[in-house]
C-alpha cells in the first residue's frame, strides 16, 4: 500500500510561494502522483499530476525526484483563497485499491 | 456545469433508517468512485466501478452498504439501517484515465 507522508500543516503570507512536500517511499513503477485541493464541505478539487521531473499548469508545479519516493507541490504567491487541506495521492486506475488519501496538509495563508 | 453531481447535498436521518445517495458522474466517463470522509480526515475509497461492474470494495463496506450502477451511467449508494457512526461527508467521483474528478458530496447526519 503506497501511503504518503505530509505535514499536518503549514502557514504562509499573501504573496508568498509555498512548497508542499509529500512523502511515498513504497511508490510503485506505474504510479502517478496527483495532488488536490479541498475547501470545507466540498469535494476535492484536482490541481496537477504526474509521473516524473517536472510537471506545470497555470495553478501549480509539481516537482518529482529521479528516485520518486518524494514530490513537492508549489504554489506560487499565494493569496488568502488558497487556504485549503492539500492531499498527496499515489496510484493508478490499474490498482485502485491501493489509494491512499492521508490526513493531507492544512495550509493557512494570513494576510 | 458538466462536472459531477451529487443529491442530496445534505441528508438527516433517524438511526435505523435507510437512506440513498445518487451521484451522475462526468459524461462518458465510465469509472466511478465511492468515497467517505469523517471530519479532519481524508477520503477513504469506498467502492469502483467500471462501467456498471463493481470491481472494488473496501473493508469499510459493511453489509448494510450497497452501490448500483444500472446502465454504467448514474450510480446509488443505499445505506440500510443507518448507524451514527455512519455520519459522514459521501464523495463521488469520475475518471476515464488516471485523473478522478470529485462531486460536492453528500452530507449525512445520523441522529
Known amino acids: 500500500l503506497a501511503k504518503t507522508t505530509q505535514p499536518i500543516s503549514m502557514d504562509s503570507y499573501e504573496g508568498q510561494e509555498v512548497n508542499i512536500t509529500c512523502s511515498h517511499n513504497?511508490?510503485?513503477?506505474?504510479?502517478?502522483i496527483t495532488w488536490y485541493q479541498q475547501f470545507p464541505s466540498q469535494g476535492p478539487r484536482f490541481i496537477i499530476q504526474g509521473y516524473k521531473t517536472k510537471v506545470t499548469n497555470e495553478v501549480a508545479s509539481l516537482f518529482i525526484p529521479a528516485d520518486r519516493k518524494s514530490s513537492t507541490l508549489s504554489l506560487p504567491r499565494v493569496s488568502l483563497s488558497d487556504t485549503a487541506v492539500y492531499y498527496c495521492?499515489?496510484?493508478?486506475?490499474?490498482?485502485?485499491?491501493?489509494?491512499?488519501f492521508g490526513s493531507g496538509t492544512k495550509l493557512n495563508v494570513k494576510p | 456545469d458538466t462536472g459531477v453531481s451529487q443529491d442530496p447535498r445534505h441528508k438527516i436521518t433517524k438511526r435505523g433508517q435507510n437512506v440513498t445517495f445518487r451521484c451522475d458522474p462526468i459524461?462518458?466517463?465510465?469509472?466511478l468512485y465511492w468515497y467517505r470522509q469523517t471530519l479532519g480526515q481524508g477520503p477513504e475509497f469506498l467502492t469502483y466501478?467500471?462501467?456498471?461492474?463493481?470491481?472494488?470494495k473496501s473493508r469499510l463496506l459493511s453489509d448494510r452498504f450497497s452501490a448500483e450502477r444500472p446502465k454504467g451511467s448514474f450510480s446509488t449508494l443505499e445505506i440500510q439501517r443507518t448507524e451514527q457512526g455512519d455520519s459522514a461527508m459521501y464523495l463521488c467521483a469520475s475518471s476515464h484515465s488516471d485523473t478522478q474528478y470529485f462531486g460536492p458530496g453528500t452530507r449525512l447526519t445520523v441522529l
Open positions: 495521492l499515489v496510484g493508478g486506475v490499474y490498482n485502485f485499491n491501493k489509494f491512499y
Open positions: 459524461s462518458e466517463h465510465n469509472r
Open positions: 466501478f467500471q462501467n456498471e461492474a463493481q470491481l472494488e
Open positions: 513504497n511508490i510503485a513503477t506505474n504510479d502517478y
